[in-house]
């Protein structure tokens, strides 16, 4: 079946410095990737949607330019958290759908310290 | 807007016991159903899916769920629980923009 593969699975960065995430679909090209912060004990929240070749479409409140997302291929997209701050610190998932189907990523948790 | 409910933020089940999750959602459509389950560490696994036909859509596991369009339902059912069913369990809708609606989640504790 469909994979999609994120890396890391775990990350501890300092306050003030960037991380990058990255999702890649394994067996099939996905023009389109879901990325999702997931708070303790709460659902998933849409951060933006990414789109191969073009700008992501981000969700209201959430800042295009602390979390940049770079689409520049079928198999991969990209989610650099910059100038990270402890409450930055969150499990992000990606996602990208196959024939009307959403697979998710492994997530990464991430925590500023 | 659309929305989803799952109005049970944990529920504890003896092993082997029955199963039921609840989930309404509020669509001016039917909209196309989804159940994900989620495990310590891991990402989120498709259990099931509703997009039409029978209402009563079988799924991995073992899992089972029911759309009910006179009650805006989707409850996912499973007869008897494993202590690896321990796990948080997303109900999701999809809108028309093709964008999953989540609920808040329902934590599944298994008693031995």
């Known amino acids: 079946g469909a994979v999609v593969s994120q890396h890391p699975s775990w990350v501890i960065c300092k306050s003030g410095t960037s991380v990058k995430i990255e999702c890649r679909s394994l067996?099939?090209?996905?023009?389109?990737m879901f990325w999702y912060r997931q708070f303790p004990k709460q659902s998933l929240m849409l951060m933006a949607t990414?789109?191969?070749?073009?700008?992501?479409?981000?969700e209201q409140g959430v800042e295009k330019d602390k979390f940049l997302i770079n689409h520049a291929s079928l198999t991969l997209s990209t989610l650099t958290v910059t100038s990270a701050h402890p409450e930055d610190s969150s499990f992000y998932i990606c996602?990208?759908?196959?024939?009307?189907?959403?697979?998710f990523g492994q997530g990464t948790r991430l925590t500023v310290v | 807007a659309q929305s989803v409910t799952q109005p049970d933020i944990h529920i504890t089940v003896s092993e082997g016991a029955s199963l039921e999750l609840r989930c309404n959602y509020s669509?001016?459509?039917?909209?196309?159903l989804f159940w994900y389950v989620q495990s310590p560490g891991q990402g989120l696994q498709l259990l099931l899916k509703?997009?039409?036909?029978d209402t009563l859509v079988q799924g991995i596991k073992g899992f089972e769920a029911e759309f009910k369009r006179s009650q805006s339902s989707f409850n996912l059912r499973k007869p008897s629980v494993h202590w690896s069913d321990a796990a948080e369990y997303f109900c999701?809708?999809?809108?028309?923009?093709?964008?999953?609606?989540w609920g808040a989640g329902t934590k599944l504790i298994i008693k031995p």
């Open positions: 509703y997009f039409s036909g």
């Open positions: 067996d099939f090209q996905a023009t389109t």
């Open positions: 996602s990208a759908r196959r024939e009307g189907e959403a697979f």
């Open positions: 999701a809708p999809e809108d028309s923009n093709y964008q999953l609606i």
């Open positions: 990414s789109n191969e070749g073009s700008k992501a479409t981000y």
């Open positions: 669509y001016g459509a039917t909209p196309y």
